[in-house]
């Protein structure tokens, strides 16, 4: 069965203060990790793909990395606007469907 | 990127009521559709999964006769909460996934329903 855990379960941040948030993950046959954020009444919201270990990728001040056993979401010199819930979910050969950490709510203080 | 809507955005309805939901990609074709729920601090739940053209596939423990889904078409996907009573209050959410390409699940913003 194929397993997200992610961590912190919340992360409080000051603004412009970098850190990074964590998905470990048990997966057969990773066909995909990927990271979205959701604000509060709202739909998740896509933000990256990842596919292999050593893939990275970037957008703005977020940059996803992955390894063979976790990703890390960086988040450089953060702004208010950046607070929200961070999820996290691989896909692997179960039906193609995707498997979700319980988030990590991020709230950057200005 | 790819667009998901939902409609409608809130629903309140009375015990006993059935409540439909409709999920659209409005600018990609969707060969398969999904529908999550989601209670307050906690994390999707993946309800069912469904091909155009084909019956869902429920995950355990979901009642596929109380949550009706259809997909009718590559753009379309709607969710059925029959007799719906207080604890099918919640957030329910669709997401959909395009043919060809990459194969990225986008969601569409979510339903909130509350049954009094």
């Known amino acids: 069965e194929d397993q997200v855990t992610q961590s912190p379960e919340a992360l409080r941040l000051q603004e412009g203060e970098s850190s990074s948030l964590n998905c470990s993950y048990t997966?057969?046959?990773?066909?995909?990790l990927f990271w979205y954020r959701q604000d509060p009444g709202k739909g998740p919201e896509f933000l990256f793909t990842l596919y292999s270990a050593g893939e990275e990728k970037e957008k703005e001040r977020l940059k996803a990395t992955l390894t063979k056993k976790e990703s890390f979401l960086h988040i450089t010199a953060p702004k208010p606007e950046d607070s929200a819930t961070y999820l996290c979910?691989?896909?692997?050969?179960?039906?193609?469907?995707?498997?979700f950490g319980q988030g990590t709510i991020l709230t950057v203080h200005p | 990127g790819a667009v998901v809507s939902q409609h409608p955005s809130w629903v309140i309805c009375k015990s006993g009521t059935s409540v439909k939901i409709e999920c659209r990609s409005l600018?990609?074709?969707?060969?398969?559709m999904f529908w999550y729920r989601q209670f307050p601090k906690q994390s999707l739940m993946l309800m069912a999964t469904s091909n155009e053209g084909s019956k869902a596939t429920y995950e355990q423990g979901v009642e596929k006769d109380k949550f009706l889904i259809n997909h009718a078409s590559l753009t379309l996907s709607t969710l059925t909460v029959t007799s719906a009573h207080p604890e099918d209050s919640s957030f329910y959410i669709c997401?959909?996934?395009?043919?060809?390409?990459?194969?990225?699940?986008?969601f569409g913003p979510g339903t909130r329903l509350t049954v009094l």
């Open positions: 997401s959909a996934r395009g043919r060809g390409g990459p194969d990225t699940q986008y």
């Open positions: 600018d990609f074709q969707a060969t398969t």
């Open positions: 997966v057969s046959g990773l066909r995909g």
């Open positions: 979910a691989v896909r692997g050969t179960s039906y193609g469907k995707l498997t």
